[in-house]
């Protein structure tokens, strides 16, 4: 039976990708996406997840909305990586369907009570969605199927020498996530830097065809226009975190304890990554099966390819 999964996200370039991933993968059922304000505002990322969600082709899964700000902080964005709409300069046809009615964080409690021990949770962007669900409802921890997010390292950050992105925009909605009575799968940058779309893996995903003209590729390449074949290109965070859902044998992982730097003046938002005391809190993947990794997200978009040329 497909694995069900529902993905709390900020499109995004690579959150794009991953909503692809998830949607043409027979082995996952993607049933709900959530938004938080992230890489751009939450209108905008809402409109992105709107938008894509038709020109995909997933129209029956529901979308809601969720925070456009952290819980204490002030909003931060990443609009100079994912541009100002937050899929760079893709523009897609307008959405004809809306939104639920419902807030973010009462779909994802919602849906993992409607089958417990059954949905796979994702996020990949800022934690604050989930954090609200815990606050609301603590017991969503124990019912989840796997907890899986896209953020943190255990050696360098992106937003900050220290803080990966998704955490530094809310450090302390990610301190809720990782206390909670859950394993956070946290794929990280460590690992998801080495899912790099390059040259080569352009020089593929060409061939799907308009997919990957109109869509694929501009997400891909955006910030990082691989000329060198061989040189690496831009990576594909998210997509990491729905991959791993599909196919946990393509990573190699180590248990560890996870704290999260909330009060630090060059630090905050840094995941704190213990391989070797404490009470593990978290399951880290370190190493990918890159060529494995690739050679299944390419079938997928493939899938998904085919059928876009069908109409
Ligand atoms: C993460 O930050 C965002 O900009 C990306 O979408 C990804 O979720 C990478 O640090
Ligand atoms: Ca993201």
């Not at 959405?95 to 994802?108: C, K, M, P, Q």
């Not at 989930?130 to 943190?152: C, H, N, Q, T």
């Not at 494995?292 to 493939?302: C, I, K, L, R």
């Amino acid at each position: 039976m497909a694995k069900r999964i529902l993905i709390d996200c900020d499109p995004g370039l690579d959150d794009a990708l991953a909503l692809l991933l998830a949607h043409g993968d027979p082995a996952l059922d993607l049933v709900g996406v959530t938004t938080v304000g992230g890489n751009v505002g939450l209108t905008a990322v809402t409109k992105n997840a709107l938008e894509l969600r038709e020109y995909l082709g997933f129209p029956k899964v529901p979308i809601a909305v969720g925070a456009a700000a952290p819980l204490v902080r002030e909003s931060i964005n990443a609009a100079r990586v994912h541009g100002e709409r937050g899929l760079g300069d893709i523009v897609l046809p307008a959405a004809t369907l809306g939104v639920t009615g419902s807030h973010a964080a009462d779909l994802i409690i919602d849906t993992i009570r409607a089958a417990p021990g059954a949905i796979h949770l994702v996020a990949t962007g800022p934690l604050t969605n989930i954090a609200i669900a815990l606050e609301k409802d603590p017991a969503i921890a124990r019912m989840v199927a796997s907890f899986v997010i896209m953020g943190g390292s255990f050696t360098r950050g992106n937003a900050t020498p220290a803080a990966e992105f998704n955490i530094h925009a809310d450090p302390e909605a990610a301190r809720i996530v990782f206390a909670a009575d859950w394993q956070v799968v946290m794929v990280g940058l460590d690992l998801t830097l080495q899912a790099q779309a390059n040259g080569r893996v352009i020089e593929r995903m060409k061939q799907l065809g308009a997919l990957a003209d109109d869509l694929i590729v501009p997400l891909a390449t955006f910030y990082f226009d691989p000329k060198d074949p061989d040189r690496d290109g831009q990576a594909v965070h998210d997509v990491c975190a729905v991959a791993y859902v599909a196919r946990p044998d393509l990573f190699a992982s180590r248990p560890a304890r996870v704290e999260i730097e909330t009060t630090g003046e060059f630090t905050a938002g840094m995941t704190v990554v213990d391989f070797d005391s404490g009470e593990p809190n978290a399951l880290v993947p370190i190493e990918l099966d890159v060529a494995g990794f690739w050679a299944y997200v390419e079938h997928v978009y493939g899938l998904v390819a085919a059928k876009h040329r069908q109409g």
